[in-house]
């Protein structure tokens, strides 16, 4: 049985937010850090209770949201288990890393692995629709919810877009974010492409993976209302650490 960490016992709900939720976060972050693996019993019901001072109405509840979610399963009789810890990505709308994060309550942020000016390869250049030879802004981060590498995320903007981000505070705010609120800019719809590639040693090392295994990649070019391209991104991820959900109408 999973025993809270020693020195727990004062854990309380801060502000106005429902206990239920601050138990959930407390948590989903927990099994995000890797404090509880994959296949290892969470703290019982009972405990719990004892640990926020709460009922037991109201931590079933909490492990019913994370039951949900799908990164937490109830075996009768034993008690409750992680399943997997896995982000889910919406492909029904376009949304940023934290804001596909925040259902689960789990703190998130990017580190910053590059931040340069390249001449990009042809790919890139017609997706951006640049001229042949012009510089773009080449950003790389890796994203990070609780202390897990979720995805590595290979950016590249117009150079007037670029060189307005280089400056901001991109490890702990969203790009999308930063261009709508910071920049003035509307993001208006993107294509998106789902394949598989093999990781590189580089994309390996910055996920942990096994250099040559299949990684999920995600190819997405985000416009703005007018149909301007703002931004092509190449994310990947190991397999079990992302997955895509969406409902299509038949016609």
């Not at 004892?50 to 979610?69: I, K, M, N, Y």
């Amino acid at each position: 049985m999973a025993n809270p960490k020693p020195g727990a016992k004062n854990v309380s709900s801060p502000g106005r937010t429902l206990k239920y939720i601050t138990i959930r976060n407390w948590l989903t972050e927990r099994i995000a850090s890797g404090e509880f693996g994959s296949g290892q019993q969470l703290p019982s019901e009972h405990e719990v209770m004892e640990l926020f001072g709460v009922s037991r109405v109201t931590a079933r509840q909490a492990f019913d949201e994370l039951r949900r979610t799908g990164i937490v399963e109830a075996r009768r009789g034993k008690g409750y288990f992680v399943s997997h810890f896995r982000a889910t990505a919406s492909l029904e709308r376009l949304q940023s890393f934290g804001e596909m994060m925040a259902p689960l309550g789990v703190e998130t942020h990017s580190n910053v692995v590059e931040l340069i000016e390249v001449v990009p390869e042809p790919l890139v250049t017609e997706a951006l629709q640049v001229d042949n030879g012009s510089l773009v802004t080449r950003i790389g981060r890796t994203r990070m919810a609780g202390g897990t590498s979720i995805s590595l995320d290979i950016s590249y903007y117009p150079i007037d877009i670029g060189r307005k981000l280089m400056v901001l505070n991109l490890g702990q705010e969203d790009v999308f974010l930063l261009m709508e609120q910071r920049m003035g800019l509307e993001l208006g719809y993107a294509d998106v492409v789902l394949d598989v590639d093999d990781a590189s040693p580089e994309h390996a090392k910055f996920l942990g993976a096994e250099p040559g295994k299949p990684l999920l990649r995600l190819r997405r070019l985000t416009f703005d209302n007018n149909g301007r391209p703002l931004a092509f991104e190449l994310i990947y991820s190991r397999l079990d650490a992302m997955a895509f959900k969406a409902r299509l109408g038949r016609w």
